[in-house]
């Protein structure tokens, strides 16, 4: 484990491969039986204590300290919060995306870890709105229907994928979809309307 320290606070770290795992904190109290170190300290020799009555080969060292290390659930709950976090991410991307193709017709881009990912409207005064996604580079599973089903303004079955761009074919690792967008939807993305 590491040492973490911030002011009073202390810390103790686990890195398990690429994630760092806060394990326990307190403050530093020097001295004092609620001092971090004093308590983490006892506890573990607490551990190994109970560990060596209920198995066979006792352990050498001075304390335990795994009940303290990240466990399956654990894993779980961090893969299920980082899953919650990419989709605020994306939605706010989208909606940030498509407020910005609406005012000027362009291309925008947003660059994520391993995609990346690109909207543009195309419309004239008296026809429909139409949206187009582009979604480039390594795309992991299920990340289209994400983005299809997130965008503003457009019926999640009325995507149709396309084989260029309004401006450009398309590039050999790119995708390509376009729907209609709800002219009011577009208006509320604009904020004229709420």
């Not at 391993?114 to 990340?143: C, K, M, W």
Request: net charge neutral; glycine share 8%; with cysteine.
């Amino acid at each position: 484990m590491f040492k973490v320290k911030v002011q009073r606070w202390r810390g103790a770290v686990w890195a398990d491969a690429d994630l760092p795992w806060l394990v326990a904190a307190g403050k530093r109290e020097g001295g004092s039986g609620g001092d971090f170190y004093a308590r983490l300290e006892a506890a573990g020799r607490a551990a190994r204590a109970q560990y060596n009555g209920t198995h066979p080969q006792a352990l050498k060292t001075s304390t335990f300290t795994t009940h303290l290390l990240p466990t399956r659930n654990d894993h779980i709950r961090y893969r299920a919060e980082a899953g919650v976090r990419f989709i605020r991410r994306l939605r706010t991307t989208l909606r940030e995306l498509t407020r910005s193709t609406l005012r000027d017709g362009r291309e925008h881009t947003v660059d994520f870890d391993t995609f990346t990912l690109e909207l543009q409207v195309r419309a004239d005064d008296g026809h429909e709105t139409y949206l187009a996604v582009r979604i480039a580079g390594s795309v992991p599973p299920n990340l289209t229907t994400l983005v299809l089903h997130n965008v503003p303004g457009c019926e999640a079955e009325g995507w149709y994928p396309e084989y260029a761009l309004p401006e450009r074919e398309l590039l050999p690792a790119e995708q390509a979809w376009s729907n209609i967008m709800d002219p009011h939807a577009a208006a509320v993305v604009l904020g004229d309307v709420s």
